[in-house]
C-alpha cells in the first residue's frame, strides 16, 4: 500500500535564520512587525498618512517600497537583537 504522506523527520525548510519560538522565523516575526507598524501608522503611504505634519508629502512609488525595504531592514535588526 503507498504511504499517505505521513513526515518520517524533521521537514522543516532550510532557511537562514533559525526558527523563533512559536516554529516562526525571525525573518516571519519582523515581516509581521513592519505590517503592523505599516497598518497602524499608514507609514510609506503618499498622501494623507499618520503624522503631525501640516503638509502630505507625495512619494512616487519607488519611494514607498523604498521605505518599506527601509523599515523591514529595521524591524529585522530589532527582532535580532
Known sequence: M???GTPTGNNTPETGTPPAPGGRSK???ALDLMKFIVVTTGYGKSAGSAGFSGEP???SAEE???A???LFQRCRKI???
Do not use: W
Open 27 to 29: 525573518d516571519e516575526v
Open 79 to 81: 527582532v535580532n537583537e
Open 2 to 4: 503507498a504511504e499517505t
Open 64 to 66: 514607498q517600497a523604498d
Open 68 to 70: 518599506l525595504v527601509e
Open 57 to 59: 508629502v507625495a512619494r
